[in-house]
């Protein structure tokens, strides 16, 4: 820890989890209600969201409790009064793309577009996260990454690049999302620039995340740089299994 680096100790509680546009496995059942419940009851400080909806006109009309704020918007409630979006994909009847729900104020977001030519819209969404009582901002990025293999290699030296323009090596970092990493490559271009996987400090692999209903590939993470401690959470309770096509990660970062 750097000298007089904070005012007090601090320790933050993260979540990251893909809402699928808010709907179950299969798009089988619209579940934002229920879903901003789960969030409430893990009341955690910082949400990463991705496949989050900011708009959907043709959704709107068909279903009754579709709401009439973007789904950021609805899911932060009062609980988390800081949000940012970064929309990735855009099409005739709306959008959707990543966000982050804060309980601290956040001082500065930028959403950068690592798509690769074809069908999937990808992004990561930076944001400056400023805690009254720590003296350095923290750094957070949500991530979502693509499908293919050769395309998620150029996303993650893209994200190491924003990492090195944009985050001093002494202030702390968090990214966290759907990596879609099931073949588990990430790690060997993460280390290179500082980072750690939560989970994997401590289990020696990632969580296995999808799908929710019989988890068996690890896609989202949390890694870390510039911190004191990073547990993992508690497991999901089985609620989120039908939720969301994946469950949701928590941590508990100290620093």
Sequence with gaps: MIPDRYSDPISMKLLTVNIHKGFTLFNRRFMLQELRKA????????????????????HARKLADWPTQSHYEYLADTVWPE????????????????????????????????????????????????????????????????????H????LHSLCSLIDARVPAEEPLIVAGDFNDWRQRADSVLTQCGMQEVHTLHAGKPLRTYPSLCPLLRLDRI?????????????????????????????????
């Design 152 to 155: 998620r290699h150029i996303q």
């Design 223 to 255: 890694y870390v740089r510039g911190v004191d401690e990073a547990q993992p959470g508690p497991r999901a309770p089985r609620i989120w299994s039908r939720l969301s096509d994946h469950v949701p990660l928590l941590a508990t970062i100290r620093f």
């Design 83 to 150: 949000y940012a979006y970064g929309r990735n994909a855009v099409y005739p009847e709306g959008h959707h793309g990543n966000a982050l729900l804060s309980r601290y104020p956040i001082t500065a977001s930028i959403n950068h577009d690592i798509s690769i030519a074809g069908p999937e819209p990808r992004g990561l969404l930076y944001c400056v996260v400023q805690p009254p009582t720590l003296r350095f901002p923290v750094h957070a990025i949500c991530v979502h990454l693509g499908l293919n293999q050769r």
């Design 39 to 58: 969030l409430l009851q893990a009341a955690p400080d910082l949400v990463f969201l991705q496949e989050v909806t900011g708009a959907h006109e043709g």
